[in-house]
Each structure stands twice: as structure tokens, then as C-alpha cells.
């Protein structure tokens, strides 16, 4: 039975190492539904975040299979469930907005006004896919313009549940 996954990858930066992380999981037929790399505050370490739907089965395998990547230092698995995760999301909402009841939902949930210009402002929200998704239902309607989601933020450590794996890694 299919769940949604969150792979999270420690990995030293090169070129072609996403190519070669997206490369595996396409082979597999996997369909990405979210995918974030960011540096890390050791220079040369990335971590990239993954979501995706796939069968106990076949994440394990994809996750031993990365491991082999020279690169790699470790691959965490867990549940979409099991894990922290944030995101931001982006508001295009017309100015009208300001003037409806609708207008408190901006409050209610947090979100801030970025951008403003002479006909629409930008509303940005950083916060739980649900938290994202009430806010959007609550704006959804005449003055809502457009939307975007990044993809998401997790509670991963750096270093890793046994605290010196990456340590051990570099070291060697």
C-alpha cells in the first residue's frame, strides 16, 4: 500500500548530484510531489528533502540504492506524518480584499503583507500544509489572484539521530 514519504538526504555539493538523486527516484516510476535542496552551515554539505508516494518496499530499496551515492552521507526515511514539516506559501490577492470580512483571515493566520502595488498586494504564509490550506480556503474567491507553495522545510538534524554519523563520514 502506497503512503507519502519524506526522504531526506545529507549529501556533499557537486555538480550533478541532484540529476543523479531525481535520475533514481524517476527510474522507479515515483512521482516527486515535493523537492527542496538547501546548504547547510558546513559549506560543502547539502540537504535535499523529498516527498513522495511509494510502498514500504520500494522507498527502501530506493533509499539503500542513494546511499551508494559516493556523495551521500546518509539517507533518513519517515513517514510524511512522522515529521515536521513547514512551508511557505504566496498570496496574489486584489486589493479589494482589504475592504471585505475576508480581510481578517490574513490575521487569523499570520500572514503577511510583502508586496503591495497600485491594484493587488502579496501576502506571504509560512506555516503546516493545513495551516496553508484553511487560509487559502478562507481567501479563495474573487479576490484571490494566484497562488504558490514552496516546497517544504523538515525537523531533520544535521548531524543525524546518532549525533556524529556525518562526523564519521568526513573524517574517514
Same mark, same amino acid.
Given at each position: 500500500?502506497?503512503?507519502?514519504?519524506?526522504?531526506?538526504?545529507?549529501?556533499?555539493?557537486?555538480? @550533478?548530484?541532484?540529476? *543523479?538523486?531525481? @535520475?533514481?527516484?524517476?527510474?522507479?516510476?515515483?512521482?516527486?510531489?515535493?523537492?527542496? *535542496?538547501?546548504?547547510?552551515?558546513?559549506?560543502?554539505?547539502?540537504?535535499? %528533502?523529498? !516527498?513522495?508516494?511509494?510502498?514500504?518496499?520500494?522507498?527502501? %530499496?530506493?533509499?539503500?540504492?542513494?546511499?551508494?551515492?559516493?556523495?551521500?552521507?546518509?539517507? !533518513?526515511?519517515? *513517514? +510524511?506524518?512522522?515529521?515536521?514539516?513547514?512551508?511557505?506559501? +504566496?498570496?496574489? *490577492?486584489?486589493?479589494?480584499?482589504?475592504?471585505?470580512?475576508?480581510?481578517?483571515?490574513?490575521?487569523? +493566520?499570520?500572514?503577511?503583507?510583502?508586496?503591495?502595488?497600485?491594484?493587488?498586494?502579496? =501576502? =506571504?504564509? +509560512?506555516?503546516?500544509?493545513? =495551516?496553508?490550506?484553511?487560509?487559502?480556503?478562507?481567501?479563495?474567491?474573487?479576490?484571490?489572484?494566484?497562488?504558490?507553495?514552496?516546497?517544504?522545510?523538515?525537523?531533520?538534524?544535521?548531524?543525524?539521530?546518532?549525533?556524529?554519523?556525518?562526523?564519521?563520514?568526513?573524517?574517514?
Amino acid at each position: 500500500m502506497k503512503a507519502t514519504y519524506v526522504l531526506t538526504i545529507k549529501a556533499e555539493d557537486r555538480p @550533478g548530484l541532484l540529476h *543523479l538523486v531525481t @535520475g533514481m527516484i524517476e527510474k522507479r516510476l515515483l512521482r516527486i510531489k515535493s523537492l527542496s *535542496l538547501a546548504p547547510t552551515d558546513i559549506s560543502f554539505i547539502l540537504l535535499i %528533502s523529498i !516527498e513522495l508516494d511509494s510502498t514500504d518496499r520500494e522507498i527502501t %530499496s530506493l533509499a539503500l540504492k542513494l546511499e551508494n551515492i559516493v556523495e551521500v552521507m546518509q539517507v !533518513e526515511v519517515k *513517514l +510524511y506524518e512522522q515529521v515536521v514539516c513547514l512551508r511557505a506559501a +504566496y498570496f496574489k *490577492l486584489d486589493k479589494g480584499l482589504l475592504a471585505s470580512p475576508q480581510a481578517s483571515a490574513l490575521v487569523k +493566520y499570520g500572514a503577511v503583507i510583502v508586496q503591495m502595488t497600485s491594484d493587488n498586494f502579496l =501576502a =506571504a504564509k +509560512y506555516g503546516s500544509d493545513i =495551516a496553508i490550506l484553511n487560509l487559502y480556503n478562507e481567501l479563495e474567491g474573487p479576490h484571490l489572484l494566484g497562488f504558490i507553495q514552496t516546497g517544504f522545510i523538515t525537523d531533520t538534524n544535521l548531524i543525524g539521530e546518532d549525533e556524529s554519523s556525518v562526523i564519521n563520514r568526513l573524517a574517514a
